[in-house]
């Protein structure tokens, strides 16, 4: 069973950075695709970033020119840098892989930004 396992979340001060992980671990196969979620207090799952198989890339409006979304797929891992932080990036932060045939969640991990 394909087990997901992010980290890298914390408090930071606004105009901070931090790099989130999400390894995948358990598995025989590469990561297809992968996606960034973010879930702020109160709010509904929204997208952060995307990166497809050919190493494209995408980003919320609200992210862009802030935050890159990479991948190396020799350690299965999916990376979102994240750079000039703001209050309103605080959430709790999902990644959703595709491994194979399926698709796989993180279990999430804080980031609080402080004003």
């Known amino acids: 069973q394909v087990q997901l396992v992010e980290s890298g979340g914390g408090l930071v001060q606004a105009g901070g950075s931090l790099r989130l992980s999400c390894a995948a671990s358990r598995s025989r196969f590469s990561i297809i695709d992968a996606t960034w979620y973010r879930q702020p207090p109160g709010k509904e799952r929204e997208l952060v970033a995307t990166i497809s198989s050919g190493g494209n890339t995408n980003y919320a409006d609200s992210v862009k020119g802030r935050f890159t979304i990479s991948r190396d797929n020799a350690k299965s891992t999916v990376y979102l840098q994240m750079n000039s932080l703001k209050p309103g990036d605080t959430a709790v932060y999902f990644c959703?892989?595709?491994?194979?045939?399926?698709?796989?969640w993180g279990q999430g991990t804080q980031v609080t930004v402080s004003s």
């Open positions: 959703n892989v595709k491994i194979g045939i399926s698709r796989y």
